[in-house]
């Protein structure tokens, strides 16, 4: 995590959104600083677009406010899409152009002038390896190179703030890692908010995650902090060679920190719950030790992070934000 | 180069790299051509002026214009690169203009392209040509006219077919403002204030006074104003829209 000296590029305070009494984005804020990486997640419908649209400046939002890089959106809308690079959902671009012209449009609405433009043109297709395709129309690419199209776009002056709605989303297994590639690359000097349902991304890109339901900030934290999250984080998972006997249980239910164990009688599999997520592990391998169970195999599980987030998504539609900066 | 260029050059190109450019203007020289040379009557009459050729523009653009504004929203709208476009450092204002000066243009390029008409009358007799200059500003003057309102009605909706109609009919109520067909269906209820206001309207009055060679600065003021109220509200309902 970033040292909070560091001034928020984004700053957004207590945003609603509602269109004609739905509540799509209710009381959210978070902060998004520049060299970090930021992982926006939420089912589908959540609120994640809507909060990017306002960021963006495309929507008004019904109260709160956005400031970027210390300005305020509202008052300044021009300059704050100066700074920002914007990738919509979808990566939406004029189908009929040519991925080079289109490039060198946007170039010239964001006032650069043909020469200029032109070089920033080449840089961005460049940077988003779009290779021998600039020359075709857009609306005859794959959609790998549709949303290459939609970061070049993005990138094309060098903003110190990205915000990425779903930029992995439809690519295949190698474009995902080239795609996710490219957002580390620029990750030291820009400030990247990213959106996806994949929760795998928050560990393969992001420094933080924040993760929105039903319109509202349910958690803002580290990946590590996710896991913790989870009932089952740190628990303890022995297989045995035979029969579990009906000792086992009891004897591991005795032990300091285990909250439960759970028995999975066909497969010889014991999993034991730490309380509050401590570490047992040791605790539990010296019991099977002493005991000479006839042990198979004993690690800690590896948390699944998409139940954590089925959880938080799910059951917790009041609960307000768990902040750790 | 300012957003305004930029949007405009984008737009213009748009035209011409798609089939729209070419049907629209064929389509336009051939209309133009059977209206003025058949149904006007261009040689029958005897005389030397473009009186048939002009008289039949508000009727062709009355369904030519809004097929070519239909899409200037609606389709960036359905595409979604409207969100593109308005999340660039650029204003509403300036998206507005640079499409309608775009779309403007190319209804200029394709009334410059009428020229052989205007040759071929030169060579069959001495025309009033100040006459023929005026006329031509004041076809384009409508023609934006048309257009304003066309892109304001885009600006409504995701639908170019729904944009086509909604333009259709509100431009034919504009070409007709001041005949008995409209003026009737105010008359009795509507205030007097209101029927003469529509009237006034009247995009066949305005550019018949302008076409007789009559130079009355209000029928050119008319007709600015009137684009600028359209583009006014064209702002108003992309901004309304984006939220949907």
């Known amino acids: 995590m970033q040292a909070s000296s560091n001034p928020a590029a984004v700053e957004v305070t207590s945003l609603s959104k509602e269109f004609g009494g739905f509540a799509a984005v209710k009381n959210v804020s978070f902060r998004l600083r520049r060299g970090e990486v930021l992982g926006f997640l939420g089912p589908n419908g959540a609120g994640k677009s809507t909060t990017m649209k306002i960021i963006t400046g495309y929507l008004r939002p019904t109260r709160g406010s956005v400031r970027v890089s210390g300005r305020d959106l509202e008052r300044s809308p021009i300059e704050a899409k100066r700074q920002i690079g914007y990738l919509p959902e979808g990566a939406p671009a004029y189908a009929e152009m040519s991925a080079h012209t289109f490039l060198e449009f946007v170039a010239r609405v964001r006032g650069f002038g043909r020469r200029e433009g032109r070089r920033r043109a080449q840089a961005a297709i460049e940077r988003a390896n779009l290779g021998d395709v600039v020359h075709q129309p857009i609306e005859t690419l794959s959609k790998g190179f549709k949303r290459r199209v939609g970061v070049a776009q993005a990138i094309l002056h060098d903003p110190p703030i990205l915000v990425l709605d779903e930029p992995t989303d439809g690519l295949d297994p190698n474009q995902k890692h080239e795609m996710r590639g490219l957002i580390r690359q620029m990750a030291s000097d820009k400030a990247i908010l990213i959106s996806t349902h994949i929760l795998e991304e928050v560990g393969a890109v992001c420094d933080r995650a924040l993760i929105i339901a039903r319109g509202r900030l349910v958690f803002d934290g580290t990946r590590e902090q996710l896991a913790r999250l989870s009932e089952r984080h740190n628990a303890v998972k022995i297989s045995f060679d035979s029969e579990i006997a009906p000792n086992y249980p009891v004897a591991l239910r005795a032990l300091d920190g285990v909250a439960d164990v759970l028995a999975d009688a066909d497969r010889a599999e014991l999993t034991v719950i730490a309380a509050g997520g401590r570490c047992i592990i040791q605790q539990v391998s010296r019991l099977v030790q002493r005991e000479n169970w006839p042990l198979k195999s004993l690690y800690v599980e590896s948390v699944q992070l998409d139940d954590v987030f089925r959880d938080i998504t799910r059951s917790r539609p009041g609960a307000g934000a768990e902040t750790s900066s | 180069m300012t957003p305004v260029g930029a949007v405009f050059r984008r737009e213009l190109a748009t035209y011409f790299s798609t089939p729209v450019a070419y049907v629209f203007i064929v389509i336009f020289l051939v209309l133009a ?198 583009l006014f509200a064209n702002g108003v309902a992309v901004e309304m829209k984006k939220s949907e």
């Open chain 2, 33 to 230: 051509g059977v209206f003025t040379f058949y149904i006007g009557g261009l040689y029958e009459r005897g005389q030397a002026d473009l009186q048939p050729f002009f008289t039949f523009h508000p009727w062709l653009y009355l369904f030519l214009i809004p097929a070519l504004s239909m899409r200037l929203w609606a389709e960036e709208r359905k595409n979604g690169t409207l969100e593109l476009l308005l999340t660039l450092p650029l204003s509403v204002t300036a998206a507005v203009v640079g499409k309608f000066l775009a779309a403007w243009v190319f209804t200029g390029i394709a009334l410059a392209l009428t020229f052989p008409v205007w040759l071929t009358v030169n060579y069959l007799g001495t025309v009033d040509n100040p006459v023929v200059v005026l006329s031509y500003l004041g076809s384009f003057l409508m023609a934006g006219a048309y257009l304003a309102v066309g892109a304001c009605i885009s600006a409504f909706t995701a639908n170019q077919v729904i944009a086509f109609v909604v333009s259709f009919t509100l431009c034919l109520v504009f070409v007709l403002a001041g005949f008995p067909l409209v003026m009737d269906a105010l008359q009795g209820w509507a205030p007097q204030a209101l029927v003469d206001a529509v009237r006034n309207m009247s995009f066949l009055s305005h550019f018949e006074a302008i076409t007789r060679g009559v130079i009355d600065l209000r029928d050119v003021i008319f007709f600015l104003s009137f684009i600028a109220c359209w």
